[in-house]
Structures are given as structure tokens and as C-alpha cells.
């Protein structure tokens, strides 16, 4: 194994763990050194035991480029291919009936990898496609995309989807719901992308009674197709969003907006108690990994498990169509 391969494969497992970002930065700093130096040179200074002197190779990533370049896997990255293992339980036939996933990120807003390492990550993970959905540019904090920029990444994933056919990067946005429930983006590019995933980013403590009108207008949006995260919640660190479960998934049920079973570990998002009340109104779902890196794309088993445990209909989950039946779904 490449010194730098098992550095990145290290990103990958830290990433999929959900691990602290600094160490995800140290050892991604590391596999990048690693590449810009080369193979030649890091063998000759191992030999010199002269590692360590390079700017972000230190004790723990030094010790995995020794071991790569003795032959051995590292046993850091042993560890994390054991520890890092997502289970699967009931979810098992939902998870292998997706045929892709309704919200990643990359680069271009505040993901972690280029478009192109996030789809050939989904192909290897057996996907058909991905739908790419960098945030629009309220969001500033992730460097949302202006029209400009979207247009610019438009020109990007088209180049891509002839690389990598028949595998197809869907275009899409996760626009922001304004607080008056208008969306962050301009009506032609919306109409434009082939998947809109809608969610609330900001105040998100707004009055119960104005926080659903605020969705509703937005899920009732003919440019709208999913209602991301829709709580807002982060276990442990934010709570719930309020809002009216009743009218919102009603207006989900009523205007065709699939509601997002967001499986990233921190949200969990809706608790299931809410999923059985859109369940109830017999809404569409999309379980989604909301990836903002290439490990999370492996985050799914999270989200079916949930759907299956309060009995949600595989033929109910918008991403086990075929990417065309999706695309035809999203803009009826």
C-alpha cells in the first residue's frame, strides 16, 4: 500500500466516523504532503529517519507512511476499518433497494472532496447516481453558490456525467427557506436542476405558529421536491425546530414533497415519532447521507434502519426509482 493511499484511506474511515475535523485535516495535510513530495523522496527520508521533518507529517502520520512503506497495513488504519463499521439491521432490503443518494456536498460549498471523488466514491458504494446539493448563497458560512457559481458547476457535472456514464451526477441545490418561506435561489436556475432539496438553516427558533407557515410555503413551491432536515435538530447540542407536524407533512402529502430521512449520525432527522406522522399522510421519503465527505456517503444504513423500524414503504422512497423515474418524479 502507497504511503499516500493509506493516508487517505484514513480520511476516508475518520470521515465516516464523523470524527473531530482537525484530525481529519492532520491527516489529510499529511496524504497531501506525501503526494506533492512523492514516493521517491518519502522512501529516502524514512530511510534518514527524517519523516518527521516535514511540515504536517508528525508521530501518528509519520508512523502510517513507515508501516505502508515496510509493507504493512498501518495498524491505525487496521483499527479504523474495524471501529468504523456502520451496522445494519432491519434496514437491510431498503438499503439495497436505493438506487442513489438526494443530498450530497462537495468542494464547491462546505464539503470536503471534488465532485468527482464524491461520485466515484457513490459508484463504488453501488450507487446509479448521485444528486449534488451544495447549499445556495444565504448560507455564507459554507460558501453557498451565487448563480454564477451554480452555473459555473452545471458546466462541471455535465463534463463529469460523460466521464463517468452510465453512473449520472444529478444537478441540484439545497436551497435555503427564507424566513418569510420564499427559497434562495432564482426561479430559472430552480426550474432548471433536476433535484431542489429545501431546508431551514436560520432561525431556527422562530414561533412554532410562523415557523409553519415558513415551511409550508416552501414545501407548496412547484420548484421544491424534498423537505431537508426538517427539525434542524443536532442531538445533544440543538433542539428541535417547532413547528405544526400536522399541516406541514399534510402540505408535503398535497404538493408531492418527499420528506427527508436524514441519516447523518448528529441529526437523526425527523425523530421517529414524526416520521410516523408523515408516514400518516402518506408522504413520499428520500433517505439521504447529506455527505460532505466521501466517507459519510456510507451513512445511509443509518436512515433505513429508522424507516424500517416504523414500517415505511420501500415503494414510498423516492431514491430507489431509477435516475430517470426520479428526474420525471421531480418535475411533475
Known sequence: ????????????????????????????RARD??????DDEIERLHAAGK???????????????????????????????????????DGGEMRAALRGDCHTHSTWSDGGAPIEKMARTAIALGHDYMVLTDHSPRLTIAHGLNPKRLKEQLVEVEALNVELAPFRILTGIEVDILEDGALDQ????????????ASVHSKLRMERREMTRRMVAAVASPHVDILGHCTGRLIGKRPESQFDADFVFAACAQFGTAVEINSRPERLDPPRELMQVALDYDCWFSIDSDAHATGQLEWQPHGCDRAAEVGVPIDKIINTMPADELVAWAAA
Open 1 to 28: 500500500m502507497r504511503p499516500a493511499d493509506a493516508l487517505d484511506r484514513i480520511v476516508y474511515l475518520l470521515d465516516r466516523d464523523l470524527a473531530e475535523s482537525t484530525k481529519v485535516r492532520a491527516f489529510a
Open 51 to 89: 519523516l518527521t521533518d516535514l511540515p504536517g507529517i508528525g508521530p501518528s502520520t509519520g508512523g502510517v507512511i513507515a508501516q505502508a512503506l515496510s509493507g504493512e497495513v498501518p495498524d491505525y488504519l487496521a483499527r479504523l476499518e474495524d471501529e468504523t463499521v456502520i451496522p445494519l439491521g
Open 186 to 197: 432564482t426561479e430559472e436556475l430552480l426550474a432548471h436542476l433536476d433535484v431542489v432539496v
Open 33 to 38: 504532503v506525501v503526494l506533492e513530495v512523492g
